[in-house]
């Protein structure tokens, strides 16, 4: 069976939006749509590494953190496993997107010290919801002083407990069809079933990132033993058939899956 080409096809408004959202999107867009077959890459980075000095000055002339959110960031990556946490680029990304789509509602599996929560509520309006899910209590308490700097902690809803419970609660709770972003950057072993949850309770029209999804290489074409890796290259293929969804996949960081549900 021939790989499965990425399918580039988003909503009219959210493509136009996104056209200026800086050179780290534009790159990132075009190296995945041109580079050769992702399978036959699996140890070459599809952008530059991040010391880079062409990579550094991308990012300063197109990112633009809020000051606690670039402390937050700093505070992350002095933790253990800090620098698996979604990068300055994915954060803006999904930021920019949940504005131009006015998201009043969204979810963030995978709170950890809450950089992405916090990213999510700075674009929400004053009575939007981020619902973030952790099942570790320490992490999410060194970025509460920073939710509270940013004036952002009334919208950030902390819920510690496996995700899927609280995604099923919510589904019981009949908030189905009512969140416009859905973020996932949890376990990689129940990315399936977070999708599937996760499409059940964003609206038309609303989008779900799922995050980490190439790890240079290793997710499309993962050694025998490494399961993660495995569902997510599963995972990424499903919604590639999936005709609920329009899908992006960009080679920002360790990449980026954007399903946007039609």
């Known amino acids: 069976m021939s790989p499965l080409a990425p399918r580039f096809s988003v909503p009219t408004a ?15 867009l075009f190296l995945g749509r041109w580079c050769p077959p992702w399978r036959a890459r699996r140890e070459e980075r599809l952008l530059p590494p991040e010391d880079s000095p062409l990579w550094q000055y991308v990012l300063s002339r197109s990112v633009r953190e809020h000051p606690a959110l670039r402390s937050l960031r700093q505070l992350t990556l002095e933790q253990p496993q800090g620098a698996s ?30 950089y992405s929560a916090l990213a999510l509520a700075l674009a929400l309006p004053p009575d939007g919801r981020v619902v973030t899910c952790e099942v570790d209590s320490g992490p999410p308490e060194l970025g509460r002083p920073l939710w509270k700097q940013a004036e ?13 419970e609280t995604l099923d609660e919510l589904l019981a ?35 779900l990132a799922i995050v980490s999804v190439l790890w240079r290489g290793q997710v499309l074409q ?8 495995k569902c ?18 960009l080679p920002l960081a360790d990449g980026l899956t954007l399903a946007f549900k039609i």
């Open 152 to 164: 952002e902690e009334h919208k950030i809803e902390l819920r510690l407990k496996p995700a899927l």
């Open 222 to 229: 993962p050694q025998p033993q490494d399961t993660a890796a």
């Open 173 to 207: 709770a009949g908030e189905a069809g009512t969140f416009d972003v859905a973020v996932v950057d949890a376990d990689k072993e129940n990315c399936a079933a977070y999708y599937e949850h996760c499409l059940q309770l964003l609206r038309p029209g609303g989008f």
């Open 85 to 114: 946490m979604m990068t300055c680029e994915q954060a803006q990304l999904l930021a920019n997107l949940a504005r131009l789509i006015k998201a009043r509602k969204a979810l963030d599996l995978g709170t950890f010290t809450g």
């Open 232 to 249: 997510v290259r599963n995972l990424n293929e499903r919604i590639l058939r999936d005709a609920r969804v329009h899908i992006s996949l």
């Open 14 to 28: 959210v493509a136009l939006g996104t056209a200026a959202l800086g050179a780290a999107f534009a790159t990132g």
